[in-house]
């Protein structure tokens, strides 16, 4: 599987937007970019997917790179409830079936304050 | 909304016994899988299921770990003979469809083994 590279750490304000960044350099033409989180003391939580195209929904937007090596989740207001490790995972659109495990880095995490 | 949920929240035990961590999936979802992430560390894949069997497990899933789906609704993980590395918090996931790997996690039990 194409490897993911996140920054350990960011800060944000509340209310403010934020960009999270996931470069991929050897990302494959049939992977899939997923972003998950997890919130202190929960299990994870899928937030948004996208293969080529930007992607939103209620949560989040995803911005993926023209050339697919990099994409960015981005928050458009974070509020304290935001606070988590984000996790940028790739898996492949044709290993999808009855496998599909998702392999977990360290991810991003995310401080808000307020 | 419906949800994965995960019975007990916590678990205690003494070294060597066995413990049975139990696992309800979202009603309509066919792909079932169990995480484990040791305290500080990160989330790392033990086992899929799908169609009443295993489908890929990893190097961590060695024999004294089972997995079984008894009822149609219930989805469990088996340690045989807990050792104390086995601390960790464990999280059941599921998913519906084989095209998209969109993962529904539950909120996870943690278990001590003393």
């Known amino acids: 599987d194409a490897k993911t590279t996140q920054p350990n750490s960011m800060e944000s304000n509340e209310e403010e937007p934020v960009h999270l960044p996931c470069n991929h350099s050897?990302?494959?033409?049939?992977?899939?970019i997923h972003w998950y989180r997890q919130l202190p003391s929960q299990g994870p939580e899928y937030v948004i997917h996208g293969l080529t195209s930007n992607v939103n929904n209620r949560m989040a937007s995803l911005a993926i790179a023209e050339d697919r090596k990099s994409s960015t989740l981005i928050l458009h207001r974070a509020t304290l409830r935001d606070a988590a490790v984000y996790y940028c995972i790739l898996r492949d659109l044709n290993y999808g079936g009855s496998q599909g495990n998702l392999i977990f880095g360290k991810g991003t995490k995310l401080s808000v304050k307020p | 909304e419906p949800e994965v949920t995960q019975t007990p929240s916590h678990q205690v035990t003494q070294m060597g016994q066995e413990v049975i961590l139990r696992c309800v999936p979202i009603?309509?979802?066919?792909?079932f899988y169990w995480y484990r992430q040791i305290l500080g560390q990160k989330v790392e894949f033990l086992v899929s299921?799908?169609?009443?069997?295993?489908?890929?497990k990893s190097e961590i899933f060695d024999d004294q770990f089972s997995v079984e789906r008894p009822d149609g609704s219930n989805f469990t993980l088996k340690i045989r003979s807990t050792k104390l590395e086995d601390s960790a918090m464990y999280f059941c996931a599921s998913r519906v469809t084989p095209s998209v790997n969109t993962q529904y996690f539950g909120p996870g039990t943690r278990l001590t083994v003393l």
């Open positions: 009603s309509n979802h066919l792909y």
């Open positions: 299921f799908y169609n009443n069997e295993i489908s890929e």
């Open positions: 050897t990302i494959s033409g049939t992977d899939y």
